[in-house]
């Protein structure tokens, strides 16, 4: 059973591009969860998405960063006109359920140069 | 919305001594508290979990105790040993459509 899929797991983008990051859950998880982690900080939530449905983004950024979780398809978090504050380790973590354990992928690792 | 707070920042011990972290939360309709644990570079890992209806739950070297009533629970690991030098992350969440919320940390260095 594979994990959590993400990739790309290391990004370059220069400042003003976009950045979009994926992540394919453990099979039989219908819940996929973002958080972002700066360098020598912790994990901070960022959204919470089903299928179709985003159920929680109160840790999203007003502007610039946007999150999917199509019928089809890896869940994808994009970030609009990136500035280097954008840069962090972000991780996609999935569950099967409400309240129940969530596993991580290895991360994505985002540079803006 | 949810907060954990999480103490010590750093934490250095000798092998063969117990290392203690502590945690507290905000929220009272907290009912699941995982501690994950995260080498350098590498993906956050479950190393045990407690629910509210218990109190303790030991797995070898590993123990977590929960206070609801003082809203703080601990992660207690016996006999440390270099490997288990990594940062350790508390976490607190209800079960009703919220996701996790973590504490800041604990960088745990343990030397031979």
Redesign the interface.
């Known amino acids: 059973n594979a994990g959590v899929m993400q990739n790309p797991r290391h990004l370059v983008r220069r400042r003003g591009q976009e950045a979009r990051l994926r992540c394919s859950p453990m099979k039989g998880h219908s819940h996929v969860?973002w958080?972002r982690q700066l360098p020598e900080?912790?994990?901070?939530?960022m959204v919470?998405l089903q299928k179709e449905n985003i159920?929680?983004e109160?840790?999203m950024p007003k502007e610039r960063f946007s999150a999917e979780f199509p019928k089809e398809g890896p869940s994808i978090l994009r970030i609009q006109q990136v500035v280097r504050g954008d840069s962090a380790a972000y991780?996609c973590a999935s569950s099967p359920g409400?309240?129940n354990?969530?596993?991580?992928?290895?991360?994505s690792w985002l540079t803006v140069v | 919305g949810e907060n954990v707070e999480q103490h010590p920042s750093t934490l250095s011990v000798q092998e063969g001594d117990s290392a203690v972290i502590k945690c507290t939360y905000s929220d009272s309709a907290s009912n699941y508290f995982p501690w994950y644990k995260q080498e350098l570079g590498k993906r956050p890992q479950l190393i045990i979990d407690i629910r509210s209806n218990v109190g303790e739950k030991k797995d070898q070297r590993i123990a977590v105790t929960l206070n609801k009533t003082a809203k703080h629970f601990s992660l207690h690991i016996t006999e440390t040993q270099p490997e288990d030098s990594a940062v350790y992350f508390c976490a607190a969440s209800i079960q009703a459509g919220t996701a996790l919320i973590f504490g800041k940390g604990t960088t745990l260095s343990v030397s031979s």
């Open positions: 969860y958080y900080e912790g994990l901070k939530f919470y159920i929680d109160s840790g991780f409400d309240g354990t969530i596993y991580f992928g290895e991360g």
